[in-house]
């Protein structure tokens, strides 16, 4: 008879997803976890089946936190005021709550951009592309944009994007809201 799980899996995975958020995930060690998580490595293994599974469980926690911002993203009819409102909306939380960490999938990002973990390049690379897509339809909406600008702008924006989230982690709040006002004059 199987043993019944005797934490919440939803919590452990949210504490899981702040610690990878802080020290990424090769910083990251089991006993790290372990302690974070308040459970033992078997039940870690046992309900995820090995580190990287729990940190594509803390990916997707990640990713549902953030849902709610790309969701206005998507639905704005403003084209790119629209691109820069989900920029001002993604350093919100972390200016208002100190949480200096920048944006989890930037760091994942960054830091499997010259690994072998294909499953992981691959969420990553995905997450990008939707991004840019995105971008690209905001782009679209100004009718004087050929589809060149459009694609330089979108290539533009993703980058800058991930500037801001690494800004986010050492600079201050004006320091930022002055780069986006920059990254959006120059469009």
Do not use: P
């Not at 580190?51 to 803390?58: A, C, I, M, V, Y």
């Not at 939380?93 to 690994?115: I, P, V």
């Not at 600008?149 to 993703?158: D, E, G, P, R, S």
């Not at 986010?168 to 004006?174: A, D, E, L």
């Amino acid at each position: 008879m199987a043993r019944k799980k005797e934490y919440n899996e939803v919590e452990v995975v949210e504490k899981a997803m702040n610690l990878f958020w802080k020290n990424g995930f090769e910083m990251t060690s089991m006993q790290m976890l372990e302690k974070e998580m308040g459970i033992n490595k078997f039940s870690i293994y046992s309900s995820f089946g090995s580190k990287q599974g729990l940190f594509l469980e803390s990916l997707k926690c990640y990713k549902g936190k953030i849902s709610s911002m790309f969701a206005d993203l998507i639905q704005g009819t403003n084209g790119i005021e629209d691109i820069k409102q989900f920029f001002y909306n993604s350093v919100t939380h972390k200016l208002e709550a100190g949480n200096q960490k920048g944006c989890l999938l930037t760091n994942t990002y960054n830091e499997f951009s010259e690994s072998d973990d294909e499953v992981i390049k691959e969420q990553m690379a995905s997450f990008m592309n939707d991004l840019k897509m995105i971008f690209i339809e905001k782009l679209k909406m100004d009718s004087m944009k050929d589809e060149e600008t459009v694609l330089k702008q979108a290539n533009y924006l993703v980058l800058a994007k991930h500037g801001l989230a690494a800004a986010t982690r050492v600079n201050s709040k004006q320091e930022i809201e002055d780069y986006i006002e920059m990254t959006f004059k120059n469009l």
